[in-house]
């Protein structure tokens, strides 16, 4: 419990067996009480037996679907189970668990949260194409949202009990899609989105990519799927 | 006179494939369907390539072959575009299976650890 609330943190997971038990360690250290899924997605190493053995409860799919799958999976046990709120935290370590509660307070007046860097706490950069396209998003999304948006592509997001029963439902599994698709989808049916001030991690392990190729091809898509999010139904 | 063979071989061995596959319950009555009637409007056709100048002429094409291969290409098209929306809506399908498996294989590993 946590704001009087029953929580649950969802880690999707894929090959994640260096970072996933430790994760899992600092958020039951962190917020005893709350209740904490992880999802493998299809992993080949031992990612599914950590994690169990590390306190978390395990959902595993059978073959690699991405964040998209896991997370449906995520909100679908979320919903069933009748916790009222969701929080998505990343396996690789970025994600600081002991701002989860500061996530949770702003769904007071919020139905969904993100944890967003660029917004004052932390020290992030990106430059490049990937910053291009970090901007556009923020501006698009932000004047969508009518609210402030700074890092729309952020994995630490929170959610009530309202957008976890339509995300049960409707989450999409492309690339980019689990993140832009669903914060446009959720603006244009009325869910009010707020942000919150965080600092997130270097990741534990894996690096992010940096090259300027990947990082122009990160824009089209994100153009793209912006583009699409819009005139879908 | 020779092409006429060769057309008429080829479209007979298509009507061929497609029955042999529907016997073989490899082709799904829909696809079956679609096929058979390629076929039957492939074969008179290979028979007879002339038989549509008249109507290539009346909306104003030079000769039945052109029109032949214009609707060939569309159909194809076509064809292209339901395919990948049938792979979009299986991956759907699949995905929402391996889900649901997920979690019921949860379900199962809690109930049987609470029973312990």
Redesign the interface.
């Known amino acids: 419990m946590i704001n009087g609330k029953r929580v649950l943190v969802v880690i999707p997971a894929w090959n994640e067996q260096a970072s996933v038990a430790e994760v899992v360690g600092e958020v039951r250290g962190e917020l005893p009480g709350v209740g904490v899924l992880v999802v493998d997605d299809g992993s080949a190493d031992q990612t599914a037996a950590i994690a169990t053995r590390a306190g978390a409860t395990v959902a595993r799919l059978p073959y690699n679907l991405g964040v998209g799958g896991a997370m449906r999976v995520g909100y679908r046990y979320g919903y069933e189970h009748g916790y009222d709120v969701v929080v998505k935290v990343d396996a690789d370590g970025q994600h600081d668990p002991r701002y989860v509660p500061k996530l949770i307070d702003a769904l007071d007046e919020a139905d969904f949260v993100i944890g967003a860097r660029f917004a004052g706490e932390g020290d992030y950069t990106v430059k490049g194409p990937r910053k291009w396209a970090m901007i556009m998003l923020s501006r698009v999304l932000s004047w969508l949202g009518r609210t402030r948006l700074t890092d729309t592509t952020s994995g630490f997001v929170a959610a009530n009990r309202r957008t976890v029963e339509l995300l049960a439902r409707w989450y999409p599994v492309e690339y980019l899609g689990d993140t832009i698709e669903v914060l446009v989808r959720l603006m244009r049916n009325g869910y009010r989105i707020r942000q919150v001030p965080v600092t997130m991690r270097p990741r534990a392990a894996g690096t992010p990519s940096h090259s300027p190729v990947k990082s122009t091809i990160y824009l089209a898509r994100a153009f793209f799927i912006l583009l699409l999010s819009m005139v879908r139904k | 006179m020779k092409l006429t063979i060769l057309t008429a071989i080829t479209g007979f061995a298509l009507l061929v494939i497609i029955f042999e596959l529907v016997r073989r319950r490899q082709l799904r009555e829909k696809y079956a369907l679609l096929w058979a009637t390629v076929g039957i409007v492939v074969v008179p056709l290979a028979l007879f390539p002339r038989l549509l100048d008249a109507v290539s002429l009346a909306v104003g094409i030079a000769n039945g072959a052109s029109l032949v291969l214009f609707l060939g290409l569309v159909f194809l098209l076509v064809l292209c575009v339901h395919l990948s929306w049938e792979v979009s809506r299986l991956e759907e399908e699949t995905?929402t299976l391996?889900?649901e498996?997920?979690?019921l294989?949860?379900e199962m590993?809690?109930a049987n650890s609470d029973q312990r």
């Open positions: 995905r391996a889900e498996i997920a979690l294989r949860t590993e809690r």
